[in-house]
């Protein structure tokens, strides 16, 4: 007769068959790491109004389960929470930063899109070693998605990040635009995206989530903001 053990030892191997079909599907390849959900201790409930409850489903994700998931492989990822596991590729998702609502209070939150187009909301508190698992994420994203926005800024395009946009010469927002030789620095801080210019500084948007793909951003504007000063 299977006990306890027998029975958890089996509905992980379930999931984690479900998990590496679905990451074949999606041609993620070669596993990297798993995150799993921190241990909690029992806490006492609080009462919650019907807002709070409608914050905290607003934001989907996996936190709450236990037996939640993040496994990070070469081309993307898997998060797995119940019945649901979302498959994300690191060369096709547009990823946000945001802040979340949940029953400890407000954190931040990566926001992605899966293979399906669904959103996939990893709050820092979902797994285990969040900063390891959220600079993974942003880093890779990065390196899938810079490569060949480089190349296509060289080819003459002009890619928009929300409210910004840059061109292989220049980069601006609806108000106003710097050339790459002007530019000395680009920050984010306090949630907004700050562009220092020749001593002034100039507050374009909001870094926490008007700007998708704020790591590719960030990326490219280093780049051509180092290229352009070498060419000054």
């Known amino acids: 007769m299977n006990g306890p053990a027998d029975d958890r ?14 990451a074949g599907r999606a041609h993620l390849g070669r596993r990297r790491v798993t995150y799993r959900a921190p241990s909690t201790e029992p806490r006492r409930r609080r009462p919650a109004t019907v807002r709070m409850r409608r914050l905290l489903r607003a934001g989907r994700g996996p ?7 993040l496994d990070l492989y070469e081309h993307g990822l898997t998060a797995a929470s119940g019945r649901r596991i979302h498959a994300v590729r690191f060369d096709t998702t547009v990823v946000r930063r945001c802040t979340v609502l949940t029953s400890r209070g407000v954190t931040g939150a990566l926001v992605l899109v899966d293979v399906h187009g669904e959103r ?5 508190g979902d797994f285990a070693r969040p900063q390891e698992w959220w600079s993974a994420i942003c880093g890779a994203v990065v390196a899938a998605q810079a490569p060949r926005a480089l190349a296509a800024l060289r080819q003459g395009a002009r890619l928009a990040f929300g409210s910004l946009w840059v061109t292989a010469d220049a980069v601006g927002s609806a108000r106003t635009s710097l ?6 620095r680009i920050e984010v801080r306090n949630g907004f995206v700050t562009v220092r210019a020749d001593g002034r500084r100039l507050v374009w948007a909001s870094a926490a ?24």
């Open 179 to 184: 050339r790459w030789t002007e530019v000395r």
């Open 209 to 232: 989530s008007g700007i998708p793909n704020l790591c590719v951003f960030r990326s490219l504007a280093e780049h051509l903001a180092r290229a352009g000063r070498d060419d000054d």
């Open 120 to 124: 996939v909301v990893l709050r820092r």
């Open 63 to 69: 936190s709450g389960s236990p037996g939640a998931r």
């Open 9 to 22: 030892e089996r509905a992980e191997e379930l999931l984690l068959a479900r998990i590496s079909a679905t």
